[in-house]
């Protein structure tokens, strides 16, 4: 069962914002939102999360919205090296599961 | 920077070997995983540890074991290895603070002939 939905791919123009929409309809109420990246053939790496409220940190900010049922990953100023996987997972314990997520490409 | 190191970034055994992976981070976190990623498959949790000598099997154990003896320590085993284990294998580790950030090392990549 999918609990999140993504779009396949995105082109991002470099130095523009990049704007990853993830919808999770059925996300339950003790149920945060990850954002993850992947670089290809590299490790999985933590970019963000939050339960409700919107988040921001140093790589990107999190807009979740007020129903909870969609959220949004915005890289401010994105940059070649922020070509990746982007994956949007729901998790309340210690199991992630990652799904096929989104193909993020930054073009100069 | 949390840093989560595996001790063989390629390798290459053959079927019916005993195969070692290695993980190692500095933290001191509670929790460490093993992940298998295959094409198309995403990342599939394998075993999963949240203190010394604990463990527990995540989606897909069969064919696997795994070793906490240190805290920063997890080693994965393929007692007998075979070709359908011929995979990207991921380590990471995550603190016990009632959130889920993991962390994740640069994946092994290991080749069964």
């Known amino acids: 069962d999918a609990k999140t939905t993504q779009p396949t791919s995105m082109d991002c123009a470099e130095g523009r914002a990049a704007n990853l929409p993830c919808n999770h309809s059925t996300i339950s109420g003790n149920e945060y939102v990850y954002w993850y990246r992947q670089i290809h053939s590299q490790g999985p790496q933590y970019i963000i999360h939050?339960?409700?409220n919107n988040e921001t940190n140093e790589m990107a900010s999190l807009i979740i919205t007020e129903d909870r049922k969609s959220s949004t990953l915005i890289l401010p100023h994105a940059t070649l090296r922020d070509t990746a996987v982007y994956y949007c997972i729901l998790s309340n314990d210690y199991k992630l599961s990652f799904g096929a997520g989104t193909t993020v490409t930054v073009r100069a | 920077d949390v840093k989560v190191t595996q001790s063989s970034r390629y390798l290459v055994k053959r079927t019916g070997e005993k195969v070692f992976l290695e993980c190692v981070q500095d933290m001191d976190h509670e929790n460490m995983f093993w992940y298998r990623q295959d094409p198309g498959l995403g990342l599939r949790l394998i075993y999963f540890s949240y203190d010394v000598k604990m463990k527990e099997k995540g989606d897909i154990p069969e064919g696997y074991s795994v070793s906490r003896e240190k805290k920063e320590r997890f080693s994965l085993i393929l007692e007998s290895a075979s070709t359908n284990q011929t995979s990207m294998y991921l380590c990471?580790?995550?603190?016990?603070?009632?959130?889920?950030?993991?962390?994740f090392g640069e994946g092994s990549w290991l080749t069964v002939v």
């Open positions: 939050g339960l409700k």
């Open positions: 990471a580790s995550s603190p016990w603070d009632g959130r889920n950030t993991i962390y």
